[in-house]
């Protein structure tokens, strides 16, 4: 908590002029500072959802060069066989111990 406001008597005009000035500024701040974090925030969802965009081309584009890989190539193979084929997940489901 703040001191007790002194209030002076014989100024108390300027001081609340003062006050309400500090008021009005500080309220402007406030909705400045609002309006800017309401336009990061759109910023943030434009740059994300053109993120998304990017890997999903990304995503499709691989899925078609594999699809389009020689018949008994591994990328073929694989792609039927697993879908995570290839990035390194093959040991997803490893054997149980005392299983070859």
Same mark, same amino acid.
């Given at each position: 908590?703040?001191?007790?406001?002194?209030?002076?008597?014989?100024?108390?005009?300027?001081?609340?002029?003062?006050? @309400? *000035?500090?008021? =009005?500024? $500080?309220?402007?701040?406030? &909705?400045?500072?609002?309006? %800017?974090? #309401?336009?990061?925030? !759109?910023?943030?969802?434009?740059?994300?959802?053109?993120?998304?965009?990017?890997?999903?081309?990304?995503?499709?584009?691989? @899925? *078609?060069?594999? =699809?389009? $890989?020689?018949?008994?190539? &591994?990328?073929?193979?694989? %792609?039927? #066989?697993?879908?995570? !084929?290839?990035?390194?997940?093959?040991?997803?489901?490893?054997?149980?111990?005392?299983?070859?």
């Amino acid at each position: 908590m703040s001191a007790p406001f002194k209030i002076d008597m014989a100024n108390i005009g300027s001081q609340v002029a003062k006050l @309400a *000035a500090d008021l =009005a500024l $500080a309220t402007e701040e406030h &909705e400045s500072a609002s309006r %800017a974090a #309401e336009v990061a925030r !759109h910023n943030e969802t434009t740059a994300l959802n053109r993120l998304n965009a990017a890997q999903k081309a990304m995503d499709e584009f691989h @899925a *078609a060069l594999r =699809a389009g $890989a020689p018949y008994q190539s &591994e990328w073929k193979r694989g %792609a039927q #066989e697993d879908p995570n !084929h290839g990035n390194g997940r093959r040991d997803k489901f490893p054997a149980r111990p005392g299983r070859i």
